[in-house]
């Protein structure tokens, strides 16, 4: 008796996964004894998924492309090609499949979700806006927070207030509040856009002025913006609100490094590392002090301290480059530089829609 083909690709799927006979998944309607049964489509529906987070998406849209050729298409086949779409960086795709999945079911949560974040992976803010809106409520197979890519779209499409409520109700602050424009402003900072995130920040310390850490970020963002001396009357504030908060230390030898007042920049990466021994970066910044001081010797002791804690960095091989030609290791200064370029180029950004 001829089998259909897609009752083959199915029986193949069951093989690859070792797991339970795929003859009650999915299948051709062509006849009753081939009609789908719920429990049949939810079995399916789970090694699809698997298959997909398995790193599997072509095989699986092998599979589902073959559902998807045999009307009338099954529910949850597009929401399944979306998802693999998804997960290939394939976005143009797994738009156009959630757009199919919602015109079947336009309460499918999860394909509203998913093509809200797709749209916003395409650049595309404002259409994916409402249909975060209306998911923004974490299910089951919620893979990003929605109020958090919600807020990202907010903010692109300049709609700040908005993406404060947004990132409020992600963290779960009264969306007026101090707490709730200080987070906005940390968001904000992070995407680089520091005049919104000054205002914001200077809003939280307005309505709670003993705000931990309001002073820290606005310091942040002065340093951001080049404005040093700012930078520096904000760390000390905060300092003396917060004396064991080990990284407003670190931060305010950054900012009097970059003034150039060394000593006042060692004093403090010294009392940062005191509070915080097990953070590169304090070491990785005294080396650098101690470096400009003419110190190759101290600044290789706290450089290779740094190293043996993260040899990832690049800064750290760089700087170490530089103390060992002072002291006259020249072969292991080129060996420095050496990894050091070999990292920066190994973290390189690639060419891919990623935001």
Known sequence: MHRPRIFEIVLALSALLASAPFATGWQSPASPAQSQTPSGAHESDAQLRRMIDRGQS????????????????????????????????????????FADALKLDPHDEESTQMRGLTLFRLGRPAEAIPLLKASHNWTSQTRAD????????????????N?????????????DSAPAYLLAARMLLRREYLPIAQQFATKALELDPQL???????????????HIDVAIAEFEKERLRNPLDGNTYDRLGDAYTRSGDYIKAQQSLQQ?????????????????????LQDPVNAMMYLERAERMDSGNYITHSLLGQAYRMIGRIEDAAREAQISQKIQDANQPKLESIR
Not at 67 to 74: A, C, D, E, M
């Open 58 to 97: 072509a095989e699986a849209l092998k599979i589902l492309a073959q559902l998807k050729s045999q009307p009338p298409v099954q529910p949850g086949v597009d929401r399944l090609r979306g998802i693999a779409f998804y997960a290939q960086n394939h976005f143009a795709e797994a738009d156009a499949a």
């Open 146 to 161: 929605p109020n958090y890519v919600l807020a990202l779209c907010y903010i692109d499409t300049q709609n700040y207030d």
């Open 163 to 175: 993406a404060r409520k947004a990132f409020a109700t992600q963290y779960g602050f009264p969306p």
């Open 212 to 226: 931990p850490l309001a002073h820290s970020l606005l310091g942040e963002i002065a340093l951001a913006g080049q």
């Open 272 to 292: 940062a590392l005191l509070l915080e021994p097990n953070s590169t970066g304090p070491y990785i910044q005294l080396g650098k002090v101690l470096l400009k």
